[in-house]
């Protein structure tokens, strides 16, 4: 198994930034099979949704409604993904959750393995 543990989350007023970090543990077989590592959202009311992602090959990718705010990074030695957030607005107001995508075991399928979520309260 890999375990997904998420820190940095907190409350700031709107302009504000802060800096997510997931560090992946657990499973040496699995943390080597990860394609990408990520941070999804779900505020009150809504569906999670994908905020940022980092692949292998060092690829991003971003929801529109953080392009040029929000920054994912990662350092590999240390199986850890970042998110810096910039530009903070009520808006961005949920639950962060640390995803990977990664192989259980040899010949499965990739799988999503979740962190337990850090909230992110931004007041206007």
């Known amino acids: 198994q890999v375990q997904l543990v998420e820190s940095g989350g907190g409350s700031v007023q709107a302009g504000g930034s802060l800096r997510l970090s997931c560090v992946a543990s657990g499973s040496i077989f699995i943390i080597n099979t990860i394609n990408a590592m990520g941070w999804y959202r779900q505020a009150p009311g809504k569906e999670r949704e994908l905020v940022a992602s980092?692949?292998?090959?060092?690829?991003?990718d971003y929801a529109d409604s953080v392009k040029g705010r929000f920054t994912v990074s990662r350092d590999s030695a240390k199986n850890t993904v970042y998110l810096q957030m910039n530009s903070l607005n009520p808006g961005d107001t949920a639950v962060y959750y640390c995803?990977?995508?990664?192989?259980?075991?040899?010949?499965?399928?990739?799988?999503?393995?979740w962190g337990q979520g850090t909230q992110v309260t931004v007041s206007s």
């Open positions: 995803n990977c995508v990664a192989k259980p075991r040899i010949g499965m399928p990739n799988r999503d393995y």
């Open positions: 980092i692949f292998r090959d060092g690829s991003t």
